[in-house]
């Protein structure tokens, strides 16, 4: 197949690139810029010298069709509002990695995006891509709403609890940390490395655009669960994401219990694994990888849960979840071009 990146030149689009090179099924890759056309890739990531050496391709809409099979929007919020639907009407796939067609209300996004939001006719007809929970929804998609880096790790973590009738459903609070590459490319005073090196920050508190969104597929699986609290923070590394989820149990469980539902709902997924008693998963051990790992244990003493659920931001949280959704889409088997192992150390 042949497939289109907008926006190769952010840390998305870049790793689209890197990883649909190794894509057995795709035999081209055209990269698209409205800003940078006839910039050579190279120029902006000299890591792919001597690998891919193609110019940006200026957007043409109503040629695209005949560029490409599918396009992945790796882009800031409002552009795919713009485009996807023309893209869609052209014949091509689209895949979006920004947050415009997720959120099912618009005025929900508008609130939280402070931006128009999409037609409510291109966002009825976006499918939401977290593949472990909407596969069936995805494999007869057009346009694919690809989950944010934060939802990914803590919708993961959440799931099984939110469709089981353990948890006291307003209890839940998510304490989220992620390296600073998910604040993308253009440098700002949050992640310059004289800020961010030897420090650790909160921010957006209580703000997050990724709160309605989590909320949103939460209720879909229990609509008991209205709200919820979550809170990020940036970590002096360059990726990954560690949620810590804490959740009030309404009866007395265990440990064996838990694990046992959580081994039950992802025996089947190949890019979730749970770890065994007494293991916790740290950032470091899905590096680069399409892995989302997940710990799990409970406190007699309180009656808590804890969760601890890991991914790469960059890649399970953005472009390789993006890229399993596009192997579902296609009939694919769902690892191909993502089947890494993480990097380590």
């Avoid at 947050?99 to 099912?104: A, I, P, S, T």
């Avoid at 037609?119 to 007869?140: C, F, H, M, Q, T």
């Avoid at 229990?222 to 009866?251: C, D, E, S």
Wanted: net charge negative; aromatic share 8%; glycine share 8%.
């Amino acid at each position: 197949m042949r497939v289109g990146i907008i926006g190769a030149t952010g840390y998305g689009g870049a790793e689209l690139l890197r990883l649909l090179n190794q894509h057995p099924k795709v035999e081209e890759i055209v990269l698209y810029s409205s800003s940078k056309e006839g910039m050579n890739i190279q120029e902006s990531y000299p890591h792919v010298s001597g690998i891919y050496n193609k110019e940006l391709k200026s957007i043409k809409l109503q040629s695209m069709k005949e560029e490409v099979d599918t396009v992945f929007l790796a882009t800031p919020p409002g552009v795919s509002t713009e485009w996807s639907g023309a893209i869609a009407k052209a014949g091509c796939q689209v895949i979006d990695l920004s947050g415009d067609l997720r959120l099912q209300d618009p005025l929900v996004y508008e609130t939280w995006y402070k931006r128009e939001a999409a037609p409510l006719s291109l966002i009825e007809n976006a499918v939401y891509g977290l593949p472990e929970w909407n596969r069936d929804y995805i494999k007869k998609a057009k346009i694919i709403a690809n989950p944010g880096c934060y939802p990914t790790a803590t919708l993961l973590g959440l799931a099984p609890l939110a469709k089981s009738e353990i948890i006291d459903v307003d209890s839940i609070i998510i304490d989220a940390k992620s390296g600073t590459s998910g604040a993308g490319r253009s440098p700002s005073a949050v992640t310059h490395y004289s800020e961010m090196n030897e420090n650790f920050k909160i921010y957006q508190i209580n703000t997050h655009k990724h709160v309605p969104e989590i909320e949103q597929l939460l209720n879909e699986w229990n609509n008991n669960i209205q709200t919820v609290t979550f809170q990020p923070h940036l970590v002096p590394m360059v990726r990954g994401i560690m949620a810590t989820i804490y959740v009030k149990a309404k009866r007395q469980t265990s440990e064996e219990e838990l694990r046992e539902l959580y081994q039950e709902a992802y025996q089947k997924e190949h890019f979730v694994r749970v770890r065994p008693k007494g293991q916790f998963p740290a950032t470091k051990e899905v590096y680069g990888s399409n892995y989302c790992d997940i710990g799990v244990t409970y406190d007699e003493r309180t009656g808590r849960i804890t969760v601890v659920s890991v991914i790469d931001n960059v890649v399970k949280g953005a472009s390789g979840q993006a890229i399993q959704n596009f192997n579902i889409m296609n009939g694919f088997e769902e690892e191909l071009g993502i089947n890494n192992v993480p990097m380590y150390p």
